[in-house]
């Protein structure tokens, strides 16, 4: 069942952000980066093709049985913005993430966050538009990453950095509360559980799969449970 996109939505949204105890992370040896978490509406079923070259992608990957990569049948109600990355980036490339990236000098996680927003989609917001921020997340490569949740007013429309990103999805809140949703796996070189969230045909691991999941439990849930310790997937440390 889709999650309509209205004021109550938004209303709940920024209550539970302005309520929320922020987790915030302080490490020198860190650069600092913002990503938007842009909510939008959408259509359910515009998105029954993938638009991204998923099978140039996939080949050699280990995959589950039920997956294949794509981001199909995921739109519907209210939604949130997902970027396939370019695949000839020098780091992380063709993986999923959300439009961001390191703060510029002298800039606020805000300020990054929607110039990322507008450089990397084509969507131009201003501050008004933010309902409030989630937890700081420390990742592998270097980076805390502070995510900034944004309210677009309506469908928007995308238009992505070819350079940058290949395509942009309207992925529905709902997915996010899909019975399968989170997965927890172990691994070898770390103690701490990798997480992962299904959506469409693939999953999103750390740290994008950290803030979405936070987004699920504070925003949709009410739940104030920390994602700052959820492991990153070994590909994804560099």
């Not at 998923?54 to 109600?77: C, F, N, Q």
């Not at 997965?183 to 979405?212: C, K, W, Y």
Request: glycine share 8%; charged share 25%; proline share 8%.
């Amino acid at each position: 069942m889709t999650i309509t996109y209205d004021d109550r939505l938004r209303d709940q949204l920024q209550q539970r952000l302005a309520g929320h105890a922020r987790r915030t992370v302080s490490d020198p040896s860190k650069r600092h980066a913002a990503v938007a978490v842009v909510l939008v509406d959408s259509l359910a079923g515009e998105d029954r093709v993938d638009p991204a070259p998923v099978d140039d992608w996939i080949a050699g990957r280990p995959m589950p049985e039920d997956l294949d990569g794509r981001m199909v049948d995921v739109s519907g109600g209210a939604a949130f913005f997902l970027c396939r990355r370019a695949s000839r980036l020098s780091s992380h490339s063709a993986q999923w993430a959300l439009p961001g990236g390191r703060l510029d000098p002298g800039e606020t996680v805000v300020d990054a966050a929607l110039r990322e927003l507008d450089e990397e989609v084509g969507v131009r917001l201003t501050e008004t538009s933010v309902l409030g921020l989630l937890d700081d997340y420390p990742t592998r490569s270097g980076y805390v990453i502070t995510p900034v949740v944004i309210w677009g007013g309506g469908r928007l429309d995308p238009r992505p950095a070819p350079d940058e990103v290949v395509a942009v999805y309207r992925v529905g809140l709902h997915q996010l509360l899909r019975e399968d949703s989170p997965r927890f796996i172990t691994i070898p070189e770390s103690p701490r559980p990798v997480v992962q969230m299904p959506l469409g045909n693939d999953l999103i691991h750390a740290p994008t799969g950290a803030v979405l999941l936070q987004l699920r439990w504070l925003g949709l849930e009410g739940r104030s449970d920390p994602v700052d310790e959820l492991e990153q997937p070994v590909f994804a440390w560099k």
